[in-house]
């Protein structure tokens, strides 16, 4: 069964603190790794995908990079605009569909 | 680009009623995801169609069935509403085929008191 552990469960910074999130996954050979952006009550936003190990991702502040085993998602010098829950999902290379396994989020809050 | 409209956006049921959610995929996207997001919690996929048909479908009880139609467009129904199925509905589409990103919908908020 694919699995997706995110950590820390929550991440206070100060602007302009950089700071690291991380997705741990196992899972049957992976198609593709996602992070996505999700402000309160509203629906996940696209940011990434990572298809294989050593593959980085690069959008303004925010930096994804991808293991066998896990992902990255780097914040430089954030913002408070940048205060989410960042979700990352996999995607089984052996699902007949594309369905997405999400790990619980990471929240950020980012204080001026 | 109008992107994944959902509707209703807010719901409110009783329990044992039954509902009908509904999603409009991406312009371009053929394939529709529906998952359930508990609060605090991420995504759980409940099914997915394509070509009309349920494609893959998660851990979830025959309470929950589906139906697309041929413009790609998009309906969740649940039957027998639970206390426990309160949570936010996200619909998801991708194309061609399913095997590209998938882009979200802002979700219907389903209470059921």
């Known amino acids: 069964e694919d699995q997706v552990t995110q950590s820390p469960e929550a991440l206070r910074l100060q602007e302009g603190e950089s700071s690291s999130l991380n997705c741990s996954y196992t899972v049957s050979g992976l198609r593709g790794l996602f992070w996505y952006r999700q402000d309160p009550g509203k629906g996940p936003e696209f940011l990434f995908t990572l298809y294989s190990a050593g593959e980085e991702k690069e959008k303004e502040r925010l930096k994804a990079t991808l293991t066998k085993k896990e992902s990255f998602l780097h914040i430089t010098a954030p913002k408070p605009e940048d205060s989410a829950t960042y979700l990352c999902?996999?995607?089984?290379?052996?699902?007949?569909?594309?369905?997405?396994?999400f790990g619980g989020g990471t929240r950020l809050m980012v204080k001026p | 680009d109008a992107g994944v409209t959902q509707s209703p956006t807010h719901l409110i049921k009783t329990r044992g009623q039954q509902v009908t959610l509904r999603c409009s995929p991406k312009?371009?996207?053929?394939?529709v995801s529906w998952y359930q997001q508990a609060l605090g919690q991420g995504p759980q996929f409940i099914f997915q169609?394509?070509?009309?048909?349920?494609?893959q479908r998660g851990n979830f009880p025959d309470r929950f069935s589906g139906h697309q139609y041929p413009n790609y467009s998009s309906e969740l129904n649940v039957n027998a509403l639970l206390l426990g199925d309160s949570a936010l509905y996200l619909c998801?589409?991708?194309?061609?085929?399913?095997?590209?990103?998938?882009?979200f919908g802002q979700g219907t908020r389903l209470t059921v008191v």
């Open positions: 169609y394509y070509e009309e048909e349920e494609r």
């Open positions: 312009s371009g996207h053929d394939t």
């Open positions: 999902a996999v995607q089984a290379g052996n699902n007949a569909g594309n369905m997405l396994t």
């Open positions: 998801a589409s991708s194309g061609p085929q399913g095997y590209t990103e998938a882009f």
